[in-house]
């Protein structure tokens, strides 16, 4: 385990220098600098739960500007320190309304905000905020993934209530998304081998060698992880 405070700025910066960590990163920085190079203009983004900016990092040095949105003031005042030119908002965790206007960003990324994607609204503010061909990018978990109803199981065995991040199935979460008026565009599944967020096993790289040799990240309905990026149509149903 890593020093810092379990889900703290810290903690999320050292845990993405693991091996697991640094595996899912890849991936995530593939989806990003794809959808901004996809994206049509105004070129400004927008972060939800930027965390230490990372993404916001990524954006900028593609010539973005950023709204970076946190509910955690250390998060926010890391990112900021990290990106100047990004313009940092503080949120509420109740909050169901996301930091733009209408027709706002060409691009929103959303990366391992649980509370956030797997919302009600989430889907609908994206893309009320998106501009038509605008890309999403974020996580979802998938209850219905082996990872997902093995975790659960035990959650409910051991502490009588269901797993934080493996509440919803991705085949539903992804239809409210196309409701929403996105078409998805792509979809990795993540996370088939059962590594904890924090592992720095030798193994990893292996293992992770094996997924992509079974095509595992061809799956999104059986994966743990989805990693997806979705464009916003010219109409919302
Ligand atoms: C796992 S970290 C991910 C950080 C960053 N997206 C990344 O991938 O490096 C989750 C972040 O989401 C933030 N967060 C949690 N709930 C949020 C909400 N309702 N709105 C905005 N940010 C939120 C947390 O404070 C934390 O910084």
Known sequence: MTAAALGSVQYWEDVADRTWGRYIVAAETDA???AQAAAPPPKHALDVGCGGGRWTDLLLEHGWSVTAVDVDPEALATCAGRNPAAEPVLVDPHDETLAAADHSVAVVVCIEVLPVTHSDWFCR???????PGGRLV??????SSLRGRAAGARRRLREGRQHEHYQTSYRPWRRRLVEAGFRIEAERGLCWFPFGRA???RLVPFCVAVERRLGLCRLPAL?????VTAVRGTTVR
Request: avoid cysteine; glycine fraction near 0%; aromatic fraction near 8%.
């Open 125 to 131: 503010e994206a893309s009320r905020v998106l501009v």
């Open 223 to 227: 994966s743990p992880w989805v990693l």
């Open 199 to 201: 592992s720095d096993s």
């Open 32 to 34: 990003i600098t794809e």
């Open 138 to 143: 974020t996580v979802a978990w998938n209850r």
